[in-house]
T-cell receptor, first 113, second 109 residues
Framework: KAGVTQTPRYLIKTRGQQVTLSCSPI?????VSWYQQTPGQGLQFLFE???????NKGNFPGRFSGRQFSNSRSEMNVSTLELGDSALYLC????????????FGEGSRLTVL | QKEVEQNSGPLSVPEGAIASLNCTYS??????FFWYRQYSGKSPELIMS????GDKEDGRFTAQLNKASQYVSLLIRDSQPSDSATYLC?????????FGTGTSLTVIP
């Protein structure tokens, strides 16, 4: 059974650019969550999608957005990148909103120069 | 702001010893509790989940939950060098999860 797949794994951008990250959840999992991980802040919740709808959103500016497709795959977008956006972005899937065990992908490491 | 607190460590134990990791949380309505292991440069991996008061054992791992005191712990028996990692505590309510910043564990051969 394939795990959570995130692409790209590594990327380098410059300030002001935008980036789109992709996440394919475990087959059958319908809930996808996104987290930002930095050494100082730990894992910070970005948003959760279920049935193509954003169910919850963390305390991040509107530059961070996402969406989920009918096949449960999800994308997140960060516009007008800032240096502080450099982080590991982790996607996690779970069976549904009641089954709360999260399974993480390997992450997308974003460096903003 | 809901908080999940862990001792950042580093925690060092000799091989074969018991490692004890602790976590406290601020929100009494939290319903689900998890321990994740994260190796350096890797993503978090689920080790244990616990939902009710008491102990839950899985191999060398035991999770302990005390909702009245708002703490959850993880015991690792017969610690191995391969257990060296950062351990993340996660607490969930009906809406989302809150993660601690993790405890770094080093098992010394």
């Amino acid at each position: 059974k394939a795990g959570v797949t995130q692409t790209p794994r590594y990327l380098i951008k410059t300030r002001g650019q935008q980036v789109t990250l992709s996440c394919s959840p475990i087959s059958g999992h319908r809930s996808v969550s996104w987290y930002q991980q930095t050494p100082g802040q730990g894992l910070q919740f970005l948003f959760e999608y279920f049935s193509e709808t954003q169910r919850n959103k963390g305390n991040f500016p509107g530059r961070f957005s996402g969406r989920q497709f009918s096949n449960s795959r999800s994308e997140m977008n960060v516009s007008t990148l800032e240096l502080g956006d450099s982080a590991l972005y982790l996607c996690a899937s779970s069976l549904d909103r009641r089954e709360r065990e999260l399974f993480f992908g390997e992450g997308s490491r974003l460096t903003v120069l | 702001q809901k908080e999940v607190e862990q001792n950042s460590g580093p925690l060092s134990v000799p091989e074969g010893a018991i490692a004890s990791l602790n976590c406290t949380y601020s929100d009494r309505v939290s319903q689900s509790f998890f321990w994740y292991r994260q190796y350096s440069g890797k993503s978090p991996e689920l080790i244990m989940s616990i939902y009710s008061n008491g102990d839950k054992e899985d191999g060398r791992f035991t999770a302990q939950l005390n909702k009245a005191s708002q703490y959850v712990s993880l015991l690792i028996r017969d610690s191995q060098p391969s257990d060296s990692a950062t351990y993340l505590c996660a607490v969930g309510d009906w809406n989302q999860f809150y993660f601690g910043t993790g405890t770094s564990l080093t098992v010394i051969p």
